[in-house]
């Protein structure tokens, strides 16, 4: 956040303007990890909230996850499937203005060191069930998606006119996507999905979402475990709390990136839960 309050659009912004972080964080690192009867390593899936953001430009990379991989194969073995799932971080990056670019393979094997280390903490003291059961549900939604005016359609068609195709790329990309959408009615149909193996459970939420909706399936989970996974079986776009919406920052700026009205988000917070809910009385009745 910068001095003055405001969201900042990017990590562009000078050092000295920089204030403080402008929204919370999940610093937990889930780790689900699954052996043979023999006790040889099959797959560890990691699920930890930060964007993959660290090589960009024109490349195509696998960023940090790559690194977490390789480090936890050399120490279970290069045979073992590694997953790598995205917790909610719509508005998290690993940007630190005090350290420098922060970017890069550099950066990326940084990172995937370190997540390495704490899952191998987790392994470590990990106690192994050879009896569990496996639920899973699942919940259709229709969300709400933003309502264009006209007076944002006429200011979209401006900037088209005023400004050059070769001059300012950022408004006009803005102002392309704002009348793309103005010109469709689709609804923003999509799924939300929970499952839950033996006392843990995972929630897959469609897009980006911010980091505050998964601490609140976290919170009120009626499970002892639970893994939010973001960017599961759809892409809606960025997800972002009702608040966001009137803090600013490019993640709710209207694009097609940026499609949902306020309350989408929490919306698929409330369905998660009620199938949170729904999956431990499932629980409960397998246990009598």
């Known amino acids: 956040m910068l001095r003055e309050g405001i969201v900042p659009q990017g990590p562009e912004i000078g050092l000295e303007e920089w204030e403080e972080k402008a929204s919370a964080i999940d610093p937990e690192v889930g780790v689900l990890y699954f052996e043979g009867t023999d006790g040889s390593p099959i797959a560890t899936l990691v699920n930890f909230a930060l964007h ?3 090589v960009g430009g024109e490349l195509f990379s696998a960023g940090y996850p790559y ?4 480090v936890l194969k050399q120490a279970k073995g290069e045979d073992m499937i590694v997953l790598f799932a995205n917790g909610p971080c719509g508005d998290i990056n690993h940007i630190d203005r ?3 670019p922060c970017k890069g393979f550099g950066e990326a094997e940084r990172i995937g060191t370190i997540l390495a280390g704490e899952a191998l903490k987790v392994l470590a003291d990990m106690e192994m069930n050879s009896s569990i059961s496996l639920r899973a549900a699942g919940r259709r939604l229709v969300l709400p998606r933003k309502t264009i005016s006209e007076e944002e359609i006429e200011a979209a068609k401006d900037v088209l006119k005023r400004v050059p195709p070769d001059q300012d790329r950022r408004e006009r990309f803005y102002a392309e996507d704002l009348l793309h959408l103005a010109g469709t009615e689709e609804e923003i149909r999509t799924e939300v999905q929970a499952v839950v193996l033996g006392d843990a459970a995972l929630v897959a939420l469609p897009g980006e979402v911010f980091v505050e909706l998964g601490l609140e399936i976290k919170r009120r989970s009626p499970f002892g475990r639970t893994f939010v996974v973001e960017l599961a079986d759809d892409y809606v776009g960025y997800v972002p ?16 990136t940026s499609k949902l009205a ?10 998660a839960l009620e199938l949170l809910e729904q999956l431990a009385r499932g629980r409960k009745e397998l246990s009598l």
């Open 52 to 54: 993959c953001d660290t």
């Open 67 to 70: 690194y977490l991989s390789q």
């Open 241 to 256: 709390t009702r608040e966001a919406f009137c803090e600013g920052g490019y993640e709710v700026m209207t694009a097609r």
């Open 262 to 271: 306020p309350g989408a988000g929490e919306m698929m917070v409330e369905a």
């Open 98 to 100: 005090r350290r420098g």
